[in-house]
T-cell receptor, first 114, second 112 residues
Framework: GGIITQTPKFLIGQEGQKLTLKCQQN?????MYWYRQDSGKGLRLIYY???????QKGDLSEGYDASREKKSSFSLTVTSAQKNEMAVFLC?????????????FGPGTRLTVL | QQKVQQSPESLIVPEGGMASLNCTSS?????YFWWYRQHSGKSPKMLM?????GEKEEGRFTVHLNKASLHTSLHIRDSQPSDSALYLC????????????FGTGTSLLVDP
């Protein structure tokens, strides 16, 4: 088995601030994802990385940057936090080379912008 | 842009009852559907997946797929309070099977 850890668990920022969220997995998975979830609703894909050194934009990439530092870690940066923004950011991973494989999720980072 | 529509938005069933959740994709290239379950305050976990026409059963959970209409449904029999959760449907297509598009979810409450 493996585990995905996300830090921090809670993140409080100010409007206009640049904020970074981190994700680590020890599954040895190739592919990693960042999703945003608003108010217990569906997940929207922000960025994903098929393998180390790869970076792909999802449907919601505007306002975000991402970085795949190494195979096990994937970071997401909110480039300018929006006032009153509240959402949960979920990191996920899946084995590479397997087109149809289960995605495993981390516990999430809950963002609040004052 | 592919859309995945789920219905109903919320559902209340009595304990021991049957819960039926629906999901449809608007993308004709979709060939794989996933159902994830997310308990309150927790992360989503995969429940079942299906890519062939017909049905697939695992314990109290049954998934149906109609590929012609791109419609899948999840049925939970003998519903338990522990089944209360947000159920997320996702779809993927072709050689981008690693990229899922999620629906907005169905919130299920099982009333004891």
């Amino acid at each position: 088995g493996g585990i995905i850890t996300q830090t921090p668990k809670f993140l409080i920022g100010q409007e206009g601030q640049k904020l970074t969220l981190k994700c680590q997995q020890n599954f040895n998975h190739d592919t990693m994802y960042w999703y945003r979830q608003d108010s217990g609703k569906g997940l929207r894909l922000i960025y994903y990385s098929i393998t180390e050194n790869d970076l792909q934009k999802g449907d919601l990439s505007e306002g975000y940057d991402a970085s795949r530092e190494k195979k096990s870690s994937f970071s997401l940066t909110v480039t300018s936090a929006q006032k009153n923004e509240m959402a949960v950011f979920l990191c996920a991973s899946t084995p590479g080379g397997a087109n149809y494989a289960e995605q495993f999720f981390g516990p999430g980072t809950r963002l609040t912008v004052l | 842009q592919q859309k995945v529509q789920q219905s109903p938005e919320s559902l209340i069933v009595p304990e021991g009852g049957m819960a039926s959740l629906n999901c449809t994709s608007s993308d004709r290239n979709v060939d794989y559907f996933w159902w994830y379950r997310q308990h309150s305050g927790k992360s989503p976990k995969m429940l079942m997946s299906i890519f062939s026409n017909g049905e697939k059963e695992e314990g109290r959970f049954t998934v149906h797929l109609n590929k012609a209409s791109l419609h899948t449904s999840l049925h939970i029999r003998d519903s338990q309070p522990s089944d209360s959760a947000l159920y997320l449907c996702a779809a993927s297509s072709g050689n981008m099977g690693y990229k899922l598009t999620f629906g907005t979810g169905t919130s299920l409450l099982v009333d004891p």
